[in-house]
């Protein structure tokens, strides 16, 4: 051994791995004793650990994301068009279109359009339009913000999703729930920051029904502790998570202590974070055999809560039982729930899809409104509501007054925030007569997800982190801004 160079021993490809480790440690040292310094002190109570990174008083402590895979249709649930019908198969007007790209489902294709057939009507106490197909939201439209001006950059299902979730359509980056949990800490010591409900069922068809694939809640270039745990509709909520046949507890903690000790020297060795990133994972994992069990329990919960959430509540896997265990969840603390159901591709057949669609979701998400205003939490938690783009004026498949599809347009589509000091019953942003261009107040993927961080504390330019050269933003590099005439 050189002793002017105690990696002179080492085997070449471990030599590598330390080298690694110590340019690892120069390129983020001044990332890590930044976030240290910036940290503030420990809150008790409540089981609330340390929150670092907040930039000013936060409005929120919890977000919960439903993601509508696939893209609703603005024109058929929020975007009202009084005058629509009387364009009836009629040519979209190319001052509207512009020229605009299309996909290549309708490039060269008659742009026809297609009114809606569902029926709309004022509800609360400004008189939001609502479509017949929403009776439950419309009974809490006062808690609702309508967004009706959002648009996004992809105009297919897979980048625009990932871009949505993540900031990017490159995947690879981080996603909104791993930014909150590497920016702001853990609340509870026994559930995981960032947890993910998928529906095992969607009523509107299993046809054009895309994959959902873990980079959307995934951690991308920010340690692995941060990326969304998934919880499974069948068998264990957690895989793995159960002792196999012969392990009890006890067993299992003797085993952890012992695989602790060995990971600790490994990490002593190589200073690589991810070992320290494993330990923890292993100590979460072991506590979450038992705080997993309880939060997926229903049995305590009254009936008049379960009929609240409606006749699918019972159903493992389905969206309304996925609402429920968010309320639990955030009644739990965790801090990022993300709730995706898919089946809203509607390249035809809408009418009847998307009534099957309405009736998954419409009286689970107000159900979840309302049962967490019940309980107070709904001041301090964000509701978010939206797909990854909307859908085109004109029609596709055999148009038909009750019958006709939609194409993917990323132009301009709705969402809705609810709680987490965002302003209750009320629409902003506008779309043309076509419900095509956006006419007033347009608000970017980016400006949205800006907003939701900025409701947790979080000034979106200052919550970055280093990779490829760039300091990299969930808002991205090109510039986002808060919608605040939404904020309360």
Known sequence: MNPL?????????????????????????????????????????????TVRGTHFTPKAKRVIFLFMAGAPSQLDLFDYKPDLHKQFNQ???????????VTAM???????VAPSMFSFSPRGRNGVYMSELLPHLSNVVDDL????????????????????????????KASM????SYGL????????DFMVLNSAFWTGGTGNVQALYSRLWGSGFLPSKHQGVSLQPEGDPVLFLSNPNGVNREGRRKMLDLVTQLNQQHLEELGDPEIQTTIAQQEMAFRMQASVPELTDLSGEPDHILDLYGPEVKKSGSFARNCLLARRMIERDVRFVQLFHRGWDHHVGLPKKIRGQAFDVDQPCAALISDLKNRGLLDETLIVFGGEFGRTTFGQGNIQRDNYGRDHHPRCFTTWMAGGGIKGGMTYGQTDDF????????VHVNDFNATVLNQLGIDHQKLTFPFLGLEQRLTGVTGAKVVKDIIA
């Open 5 to 49: 160079n105690p990696l002179s021993s080492l085997h070449p490809v471990h030599q590598l791995e330390t080298l690694q480790t110590r340019r690892r440690f120069l390129k983020f040292s001044a990332m890590g004793l930044g976030a240290a310094v910036f940290g503030s002190m420990p809150v008790k109570g409540s089981g609330l650990t």
């Open 91 to 101: 040519p979209l007007p190319k001052s509207v279109s512009m020229g605009q790209r």
């Open 106 to 112: 309708t490039k060269g294709r008659d742009q026809i």
């Open 145 to 172: 913000c309508i967004i009706k001006s959002t648009h996004t950059d992809a105009i297919n299902h897979d980048p625009a999703k990932t871009m949505f979730c993540t900031g990017s359509q490159i995947p690879g």
């Open 177 to 180: 729930g791993s930014w909150l």
């Open 185 to 192: 800490g853990s609340m509870n010591k026994n559930l995981p």
């Open 435 to 442: 419900s095509y261009n956006i006419v007033e107040n347009p």
